[in-house]
């Protein structure tokens, strides 16, 4: 017999109840789904045509204004979306409940971490280029 | 949680191969899961050969002959045998839906297997164990909410309104789409899957009601509603041809507008 033999089916569908939250996140996945619409296109057009040039190329084509901020917007939203997404994924096929809030920190470590490195080399290579 | 191996003792073996009927010049292979819980073991697949020209036209015509003239022991469930009660649902050919409206010519090519509704505990054979999805259906409080005194004949309704729940008042409770939909398989105690979304839905726009806010106040939460990931698996099995997946779009519509 199992501890959960006498639990009723109603205690069960109820639960710990409504969290009452859930909308602000659907409505951060899908503004920035949103945003990924343009930025990704233009990303990868941007990439494969710096890529036909050398490294010094492509530092002048980031530090022109309009990619630079392209860029880190690009960034912010991909990361952005990409902590929602991974959250959904850790939280089904994580069991174990420790494990699971250790995943979920660092999920959200990773993300910052990630954008504010991207941020900081276009940055960099903004700044330095004097414009 | 994802649960990617079957429990212990739960993972189904090569079971008895019945004999052909003698006679038949049109048989049709049958694989059907069996359990008992009285004999213990883990489940196994019978193999059955069917005369299809005494079967009938619909699956359960073909559990019912086998039933009357093979195995007396199977067991399922059945009730009204039109589309109506929803007693029927097992998985048949791999999808998910009711023995009674399916028919042989919507069936593939080869052996087909039969198997209880996936994902919930299996009582015998093809009955699963449907508690758990009824109490979810009962959460959603599927009936008329009101603070308006009760008027002296009926809640009258415009047309318009009434149509309104056109598509979502015809679910019958098989089961189908809740059992068929991984996010129900993976977080089945806590989203409420999506039959019981749809029944919410029928009610959260029903033009009489007077719970709205209530009923969206209680849906709103990570795992209960937003656990759709809109993989639409509900409305591909629907025996009634509705869509769930649609009403909990419009569920979270209307939790964005609410806050918007």
């Known amino acids: 017999m199992s501890s959960h033999d006498f639990i009723t089916p109603a205690k069960m569908a109820r639960g710990l109840g409504s969290a009452k939250s859930g ?12 945003a990924l619409i343009f930025l990704v296109p233009w990303f990868v057009y941007s990439i494969i045509n710096a890529m036909s040039g050398d490294i010094v190329d492509a530092q002048v084509w980031a530090a022109k204004p309009w990619n630079a901020i392209l860029l880190i917007l690009t960034a912010g939203a991909a990361f952005f979306h990409m902590r929602i997404g991974m959250q959904v ?21 990773a993300c910052i971490a990630l954008f504010v490195t991207v941020a900081l080399s276009v940055l960099k290579i903004w700044i330095g280029a004097g414009v | ?36 819980p009285e004999e213990g073991g883990n489940p196994r697949w019978d193999t059955y050969w069917v005369d299809m020209d005494r079967a009938g ?44 409206t399916k028919g042989f010519d919507e069936l593939p090519g080869g052996v087909i297997t039969i198997a209880p509704l996936p994902s919930q505990p299996v009582v015998k054979d093809l009955i699963p164990d449907l508690t758990s999805f009824y109490a979810q259906h009962a959460y959603v409080q599927p009936y008329l909410k009101t603070v308006t005194p009760d008027p002296e004949k009926e809640w ?17 409770l098989c089961a189908s789409c809740t059992t068929s939909c991984p996010s129900y398989w993976w977080n089945g105690d806590k989203y409420l899957g999506p ?41 591909q099995v629907c025996p009634k041809g509705l869509n769930p997946a649609k009403a909990i779009a419009k569920i979270k519509h209307m939790m964005v507008e609410r806050v918007s």
């Open chain 1, 23 to 34: 909308t602000e996140t659907h409505i951060r996945q899908r503004v920035s789904a949103i």
């Open chain 1, 89 to 109: 994924v850790i939280e089904d096929y994580i069991a174990k409940t420790g494990t699971k809030s250790a995943l979920l920190i660092l999920n959200s470590f």
């Open chain 2, 1 to 36: 949680m994802v649960q990617l191996t079957l429990p212990k003792g739960s993972a189904p073996k090569k079971g008895k191969t019945w004999p052909k009927p003698q006679g038949a010049t049109n048989l049709r292979q049958f694989r059907i899961y069996r359990y008992s």
């Open chain 2, 57 to 100: 036209t619909m699956i359960l015509d073909v559990l019912f002959y086998i039933k009357n003239n093979v195995d007396p022991t199977l067991a399922f469930r059945r009730s009204c045998r039109e589309g109506v009660c929803g007693s029927c649902a097992m998985n048949i050919a791999g999808q998910n839906t009711i023995a009674c």
């Open chain 2, 156 to 172: 009258k309704q415009s047309e318009e309104d009434r149509e309104e729940l056109n598509g979502l008042y015809e679910c019958i």
């Open chain 2, 195 to 235: 039959a019981a979304l749809l029944q919410a839905y029928r009610w959260l726009i029903d033009s009489r009601d007077e719970a709205t806010g209530e009923r969206l106040d209680d849906l709103e939460d990570p795992f209960k509603l937003y656990r759709c990931h809109t993989i639409m698996n509900c409305a």
